[in-house]
């Protein structure tokens, strides 16, 4: 089978427009990619793989309907720590900024 985590976007979703792999695929080898080599790299400052799985197993069943919410959906991404992400911790980076802080904003699109 294809390393799913070496494939484009525009690849990811020629596939699952196909039926040859779904984005809960796609997001299980980029998740466990990305815990293999985030102890050398760490370049993850948090992993959100539940939430991560969740996600995809909405993105499929639209894909299973014929009906994806945009030309992305399902393709696993990530977002730096400096971006407004709704419901995560935005710690920029720094120790100075509390994880415990409400978090129920998204940043400007």
Avoid: H
């Avoid at 985590?5 to 779904?22: C, H, I, M, P, W």
């Avoid at 980029?30 to 991560?52: T, Y």
């Amino acid at each position: 089978m294809t390393d799913l985590t070496e494939l484009t976007a525009v690849q990811l979703v020629d596939g699952y427009r196909k039926g040859a792999f779904s984005p809960v695929e796609a997001t299980r080898a980029v998740l466990e990619r990305a815990e293999r080599i985030q102890p050398e790299v760490n370049a993850f400052v948090r992993l959100s793989g539940e939430e991560a799985l969740d996600q995809a197993r909405r993105a499929e069943e639209r894909w299973r309907r014929g009906e994806p919410c945009g030309r992305l959906d399902g393709v696993p991404v990530t977002v730096k720590d400096i971006l407004l992400t709704r419901g995560q911790p935005t710690l920029r980076g720094s120790r100075a900024v509390s994880p415990d802080g409400p978090w129920d904003e998204d940043a400007p699109s």
